[in-house]
């Protein structure tokens, strides 16, 4: 008991008591005014989208930078959001990234759903550790938000509370959805992130931690739920990396970028993650012929192995004559053209050759690949 912090304890469970009774209260009644139900989801949006975009990809993750206009409309949506300070709530993440599924992880999912989801929030953490997040205290915003983020957070919710209210003229309605019901919907969604999205998803890129792509987690955690490539390769501003991916903050960092309020967009390059799905796979298919009842077992194995090696090797020479190619003056870029045509080839056949074998192997047409 003496470990349970009950300031937060007794706000989480008391607004949702306080849901629990006054919702049902107000629908006895009325219906709240339309204004106020769209303003509300608008809201949670926004406030989403802060704190994916604000606390997560540009403070935790150091995705990209933004001009100080958009770090303050972010802190203002992120403060509203009422998950701490971009302090404490990044101080958090790091560990999470660093011990993950460990005891160390804050909200470490092995120790089941509800702790993952919510149960965490209630117990006593560490104070935080300059060194793990010395680059934030340089932020003076950050440090200003962190010193007085109580009154941030009341200043914010009571101000967007009122301008609500008087704009619809129903403060009553405004109480209620605008500030408890947003706050309700906020916090589960975003809970989800470390509670579902380490449950229920594929595991394409790694499997060396409980993280997982679920698209349909995506659509209620503001692009989150692409968890196991973010895990993978947590510094990209992007999740969903396909143009088709729901991740609005993906969108909104990269409009940020074209008019020039923001810069240095963090971007894992194609051939490294093809890598990473190629020896991901190869692990997969390694465990597959080892409890197979394949003859030449340690055959397959090598030469999966073989292939495996050639492959990532032919990526990484691509990758590597593409990145002087830009690195060096216009001159001198066309004896690189060449080079990159014939590894590019070299690449594709390789490519060929791999998928070939994968397919025969996955169908158990061992017999040809022997």
């Known amino acids: 008991m003496k470990n349970i912090d009950w300031t937060r304890l007794l706000y989480i469970v008391g607004y949702h008591i306080f849901l629990g009774v006054a919702l049902p209260l107000f629908f006895i009644e009325r219906l709240p005014p339309a204004g106020i139900v769209w303003s509300m989801i608008a809201l949670v949006f926004a406030t989403g989208i802060a704190i994916t975009s604000g606390y997560h990809r540009l403070y935790s993750h150091q995705a990209y930078k933004a001009h100080p206009i958009v770090e303050v409309v972010l802190l203002f949506f992120a403060t509203l959001a009422t998950q701490g300070s971009a302090l404490r709530w990044c101080y958090d993440h790091r560990l999470h990234h660093a011990f993950v599924d460990t005891d160390k992880d804050p909200y470490s999912v092995t120790k089941g759903f509800w702790h993952a989801h919510i149960t965490w929030i209630f117990f006593k953490t560490d104070e935080i550790d300059p060194k793990v997040v010395a680059d934030l205290y340089r932020n003076k915003l950050l440090v200003f938000q962190h010193k007085y983020y109580g009154a941030c957070l009341v200043v914010a919710s009571t101000s967007v509370f009122a301008l609500f209210g008087w704009l619809f003229q129903d403060y009553w309605a405004s109480f209620v959805f605008i500030w408890w019901l947003r706050t309700f919907l906020l916090h589960h ?82 051939f490294r993650i093809l890598r990473q799905l190629v020896s991901d796979h190869k692990v997969l298919l390694v465990d597959k012929i080892k409890v197979s009842f394949y003859s030449h077992k340690d055959r397959l194995e090598s030469r999966l192995t073989e292939l495996n090696d050639s492959l990532v090797g032919k990526l990484s020479q691509v990758q590597s004559l593409i990145d002087r190619y830009k690195a060096v003056e216009k001159r001198e870029r066309a004896k690189l053209i060449g080079e990159i045509r014939s590894a590019k080839k070299s690449l594709k056949s390789s490519w060929k050759e791999w998928k070939n074998f994968v397919k025969l192997l996955e169908r158990g047409r061992v017999e040809k690949l022997v």
């Not at 989800?192 to 380490?198: D, T």
């Not at 594929?202 to 209620?220: C, G, K, P, W």
């Not at 992007?238 to 993906?250: A, E, L, S």
Request: proline residues 1%.
């Open 189 to 270: 969604s975003t809970w989800s992130i470390n509670s579902l999205a380490h449950m229920w998803g594929t595991q394409a890129y790694s499997r060396e931690h409980s993280a997982v792509d679920n698209y349909l987690i995506s659509l209620i955690t503001y692009g989150e739920g692409y968890h196991n490539y973010h895990h993978t390769f947590s510094n990209d501003y992007r999740n969903g990396i396909r143009w088709y991916h729901f991740d609005p903050g993906k969108w909104l960092i990269w409009c940020l970028n074209k008019v020039g309020l923001a810069k240095d967009l963090r971007q894992v390059n194609d």
